[in-house]
């Protein structure tokens, strides 16, 4: 199972990944723009996904997966940061850096892997 300084710790490795403070809880960005967010107590993280990955995750796993207050509707999904393994947690975070990330930086990443 995942925690809160994993989550950290794989976001942060993203190129450009940047953590800042917003409403009172930590936000992971790229060039600005929020790809992930923590719950208050770092118990739940809100993780940027399409629509379709979205519902597949909720129907597949609904104890690990949410539909986030505000954000769900765009298709981001809510983990149990708790219950979710840490590959997982992984892919997800890259997963939602990569639908953020300018397209210039993904591919520039994806050329140095």
Do not use: C, N
């Not at 298709?75 to 300018?102: M, N, S």
């Amino acid at each position: 199972m995942a925690s809160v300084e994993q989550v950290r710790e794989i976001a942060l490795a993203l190129p450009e990944a940047e953590e800042r403070e917003t409403w009172g809880r930590p936000t992971f960005r790229v060039r600005d723009r929020i790809f992930a967010m923590l719950s208050d107590d770092g118990a739940f993280a809100s993780v940027k996904a399409t629509k379709d990955e979205q519902a597949a995750l909720l129907a597949e796993e609904p104890e690990i997966f949410s539909f986030p207050a505000y954000v769900g509707r765009h298709g981001w999904v809510g983990v149990d940061v708790t219950r979710v393994d840490a590959d997982h947690l992984r892919e997800l975070l890259t997963d939602a850096w990569r639908l953020t990330a300018p397209k210039r930086l993904v591919r520039a990443h994806d050329a140095a892997r």
